[in-house]
């Protein structure tokens, strides 16, 4: 069975401190995905992977930055967490190949800033 | 990115055939169709894709006019279950796409 997992589902932290949050998948897949889902405001793609050390920006980096030195690994990084990065965050993945245009999710990690 | 509308909420009762459009009026030549569910505390799950025509799969289906520049998505006889946030993307090889809003559905008993 296809899998995602991050690497908290609750994370507390304090304005200032530099926070990762991990995603791992073990489909092979060569895209992934950061987002952030706020109340009213659906998913926003924060960044996109489509290859190792390969990154794109999606529409609200800001505030954020990735790494991805593996295939199955891509990190979320708040350099300076803020308050107002407070949300829940949700990481996917997919392939290019498949016969579907098929996110798949993991359970995601709802960060809270204070 | 082509951008998707879509409305933002929809009430339906038990057992009922729910139907939910999606514009995509910027869609790409090689763009494909697809939509997720999602629950609340979870991540999106994929529902259903199409290109052009017609899709039936065991949980939907899925209408796409010849201009392909909207679809409706198509729940049989509801149950409570299915109340949840169904979004509509439009995506070239599983790549960057964008979610919107997505539309809320409530059935009720």
């Known amino acids: 069975d296809v899998k995602v997992t991050q690497s908290s589902r609750y994370l507390v932290k304090r304005t200032g401190e530099k926070v990762f949050l991990e995603c791992v998948q073990d489909m092979d897949h060569e895209n992934m995905f950061w987002y952030r889902q706020d109340p009213g405001l659906g998913l926003r793609l924060i960044y996109f992977?489509?290859?190792?050390?390969?990154?794109e920006k999606g529409d609200i980096p800001e505030g954020y930055s990735v790494s991805r030195e593996k295939k199955e690994r891509f990190s979320l990084i708040l350099e300076s967490a803020s308050t107002n990065q407070t949300s829940m965050y949700l990481c996917a993945s997919s392939s290019p190949t498949g016969d579907r245009n098929e996110q798949y999710f993991g359970p995601g990690t709802r960060l809270t800033v204070t | 990115l082509a951008k998707t509308t879509q409305p933002i909420s929809m009430d339906s009762y038990e057992g009922q055939e729910v139907n939910i459009t999606c514009s995509h009026n910027?869609?790409?030549?090689?763009?494909?169709i697809t939509w997720y569910q999602q629950f609340p505390s979870q991540g999106p799950r994929f529902i259903i894709q199409?290109?052009?025509t017609k899709v039936t799969n065991e949980v939907a289906s899925l209408f796409i006019p010849a201009d392909r520049k909207s679809s409706t998505l198509s729940l049989p006889r509801v149950s409570l279950s299915d109340t949840a946030v169904y979004y509509c993307?439009?995506?070239?090889?599983?790549?960057?796409?964008?979610f919107g809003d997505g539309t809320t559905l409530t059935v009720k008993p």
């Open positions: 199409g290109y052009k």
């Open positions: 910027n869609i790409a030549t090689n763009d494909y």
């Open positions: 993307l439009v995506v070239l090889n599983a790549g960057k796409s964008t």
């Open positions: 992977s489509y290859d190792v050390k390969m990154k």
